[in-house]
């Protein structure tokens, strides 16, 4: 295997690991943890202040995950003709959770931020629960993506 393959496939695989380690990590460890907070307020302002930072590195890796990938597909397979159906799969998968998650960020995490910051803490935990969802589905779509990802060469 050339050392650009591994180089893409370790990009690739370390992209997944952390927008879908996040979402797992947020949905699991923190939001549950929330509970916690004395002042409801202090819920939504935590996620206003841990959203952006979160958000970031889920653009990055969107880029690297995309990049690495089609560089992967065009360079080791020869376009997906050569690609094997776990490819598509992950493809497919992988775009429509860049679609829910670009949902999220541009309509929902827009909004959240809005209401929170005028302190309308109603509309921002309708927001919050809309975010939820997203996430939710998004972790599941990214659990099937990387068990695809990791055992399709294997199918037969």
Known sequence: MPY????ALAIHIVSAVIWVGGMFFA????????????HAPDRPRLWRAVFPRFFRYVIIEIVLLLGSGYWMIFM???GFAG????IH???LTGFVMMGLFGHLYFAEWLKFRR???????PTAGTRLNRIRMIVA???????VTIIVGATGRYWG
């Open 4 to 7: 650009t393959m591994i180089i």
């Open 27 to 38: 949905y699991t460890c923190l939001r549950p943890s929330m509970g916690t907070l004395e």
């Open 76 to 78: 080791e397979f020869g």
């Open 83 to 86: 690609a094997g159906i776990h």
């Open 89 to 91: 799969i992950m493809n």
């Open 115 to 121: 209401a929170v910051d005028a302190e309308d803490f």
């Open 137 to 143: 589905t998004n972790l599941g779509l990214g659990w």
